[in-house]
């Protein structure tokens, strides 16, 4: 292993950046993605019975950066020379680029709060990153190749020198061209997912902050981005404060909001301004939030990811999530993994969704773990009315390639505690049914055809929901708000009889 270069002379100070939650709970027991393993012997660090996700997670060192590092400090030097001694370079999942990434970022900020590499990993650091250098993924873009940038500058700036330099200038090229692709316009991240949103606000959070800490002027466009980005994160956070779950999407993998913003302001970022009651519109990333006394919802209107990089994305157009009270309500299902398997498909699928599924068919034709075939399109958006009352009203393409070419739209009308929804197939077809998941920690209440129900919320607030047009039926389904995670849930399911159906949800 070649020694590293020398460290760069740091010329301001590091800024306390977003803590983890704890992973590490002995020498060599972990808990990630709600599942815990512990590290018997070498081959752990590719077992193959192990989920491939969790295996990287092992490889990321996130545990150096949680809220008791500093308690740890004996065991994390103890892991970071197994990882070097049990890990040759090229050999398994830790020296693939996304955990090279992740990695060199954790134990650099590692570093920066207080303690020290020694000399052996130091050498393993600058290794890690010449094999990433040649292994960049610009076949994988998105939140990969950003990682592979960010690390890159992180270990650029850590070390001097001209190999130093050329990783500075490898990462910063990237960056350049990354940044205005993945933040869109209106500040939300290409792929419509609001958990990747966080993962990439963070990345530019720590970008910023180690540019200052080796007293380098940031980049004018990252200030404008990081501020473009914290507005979207706070249109698409529910009351309790944390992100709706639209696309692949959950809690726990991405810091919070509030942790986010704590990070923001400490490197002097202004707070968000508050939200005017009516709709926001987030054209770029296909977003409306609306916003009443009490009632916040949230409609996915959008494409459903960039055309080259649909891998985190659901068959959901349409979809929406509604709090009331403070409390959610009406909830998107979830992401529980990843990999190829058939929960993976389902939980990408529209009937996981609150939206319309026609001839028994998804939206989009989700397949695999990260593809996509034929793509809904959206259309037509319109947003009309003032705070009092605001109609809403989409449709998309997605079902015109089945026989009879059927259109599905959607339109939310908003009044003073209440919504309606109707929603309409134009053309030809077979069956036709949307669904409604309610959370899984609600008691539903209704009479036998459930075209007439009430939820019971924990604040004694109460929803109703009354079907105007079309059948309902109560179905048992699941809810992921974590990786790892499967609550039971209940759905109300509202089948065509005609080319509408039409619902009233009121509260009080």
């Given at each position: 292993m070649a020694p590293a270069p020398e460290l760069r002379i740091v010329k301001g100070n590091w800024t306390k950046p977003c803590e983890k939650p704890p992973s590490l709970f002995?020498?060599?027991?972990?808990?990630?993605?709600?599942?815990?393993?512990?590290?018997?012997?070498?081959?752990?660090?590719?077992?193959p019975r192990w989920e491939k996700l969790w295996l990287y997670n092992l490889h990321y060192f996130d545990d150096l950066q949680a809220c008791d590092a500093e308690n740890k400090k004996a065991l994390h030097l103890d892991l970071i020379g197994k990882w070097i001694q049990e890990n040759p370079p090229g050999m398994?999942?830790?020296?693939?680029?996304?955990?090279?990434?992740?990695?060199?970022?954790?134990?650099?900020?590692?570093?920066?709060?207080?303690?020290?590499?020694?000399?052996?990993?130091?050498?393993?650091?600058?290794?890690?990153?010449?094999?990433?250098?040649?292994k960049l993924e610009y076949h994988l873009p998105g939140n990969h190749l950003f990682a592979n940038a960010k690390a890159l500058v992180f270990t650029g700036l850590f070390l001097k020198g001209l190999e130093a330099?050329?990783?500075?200038?490898?990462?910063?090229?990237?960056?350049?061209?990354?940044?205005?692709?993945?933040?869109?316009?209106?500040?939300?991240?290409?792929?419509?997912?609001?958990?990747?949103?966080?993962?990439?606000?963070?990345?530019?959070l720590d970008l910023i902050n180690i540019v200052q800490t080796y007293g380098y002027q940031d980049p004018a466009e990252w200030n404008k981005a990081v501020k473009k980005m914290l507005r979207w994160l706070n249109v698409m956070c529910h009351p309790d404060g944390q992100i709706a779950l639209f696309n692949d999407a959950a809690f726990g993998i991405a810091c919070?909001?509030?942790?986010?913003?704590?990070?923001?302001?400490?490197?002097?970022?202004?707070?968000t301004d508050q939200l005017p009651d009516?709709?926001?519109?987030?054209?770029?990333?296909?977003?409306?939030?609306?916003?009443?006394?009490?009632?916040?919802?949230?409609?996915?209107?959008?494409?459903?990811?960039p055309d080259y990089l649909p891998g985190h994305a659901h068959a959901d157009t349409l979809n929406f999530e509604l709090s009331i009270f403070g409390q959610r309500v009406i909830i998107d299902s979830g992401t529980s993994c990843y990999g190829t398997g058939s929960e993976r498909l389902r939980q990408r699928g529209t009937p996981a969704h609150n939206t319309v599924a026609i001839n028994d068919q998804d939206s989009s034709e989700?397949?695999?773990?990260?593809?996509?075939?034929?793509?809904?399109?959206?259309?037509?958006?319109?947003?009309?009315?003032?705070?009092?009352?605001?109609?809403?009203?989409?449709?998309?393409?997605?079902?015109?390639r089945l026989s009879g070419q059927p259109v599905h739209s959607r339109e939310w009308l908003f009044k003073k505690n209440e919504l309606r929804i109707k929603d309409t197939v134009n053309g030809q077809f077979k069956n036709a049914a949307g669904r409604i998941h309610f959370h899984s920690g609600l008691k539903v209440i209704f009479n036998n055809s459930a075209s007439n129900g009430k939820l019971n919320l924990p604040s004694g607030h109460i929803m109703n929901w009354a079907i105007k047009k079309g059948g309902?039926?109560?179905?048992?389904?699941?809810?992921?708000?974590?990786?790892?995670?499967?609550?039971?849930?209940k759905c109300l399911e509202i089948s065509f009889s005609g080319p509408e159906t039409e619902i009233l949800l009121s509260w009080q």
């Open positions: 002995s020498p060599y027991s972990f808990k990630f993605l709600n599942v815990k393993h512990e590290l018997k012997s070498l081959n752990d660090w590719n077992n398994g999942n830790g020296w693939e680029p996304y955990p090279i990434s992740l990695r060199i970022v954790n134990w650099i900020k590692w570093v920066f709060a207080g303690n020290e590499l020694p000399e052996k990993a130091g050498n393993s650091l600058a290794t890690q990153a010449r094999y990433l250098r040649k330099e050329e990783w500075l200038s490898t990462g910063l090229r990237i960056l350049k061209k990354q940044i205005p692709e993945q933040i869109l316009a209106d500040g939300g991240h290409f792929e419509r997912s609001p958990m990747y949103h966080s993962i990439i606000l963070e990345d530019m919070p909001p509030d942790e986010l913003n704590s990070y923001a302001k400490r490197l002097d970022f202004k707070d009516g709709a926001i519109t987030l054209d770029k990333t296909g977003y409306v939030r609306y916003q009443s006394n009490s009632a916040v919802a949230f409609l996915d209107v959008g494409e459903i990811g989700v397949w695999g773990g990260f593809r996509v075939a034929r793509r809904a399109k959206p259309y037509g958006l319109e947003v009309r009315g003032k705070t009092e009352e605001v109609k809403i009203v989409c449709s998309h393409d997605g079902y015109r309902g039926k109560i179905l048992s389904t699941t809810y992921h708000p974590e990786f790892g995670m499967s609550q039971d849930n």
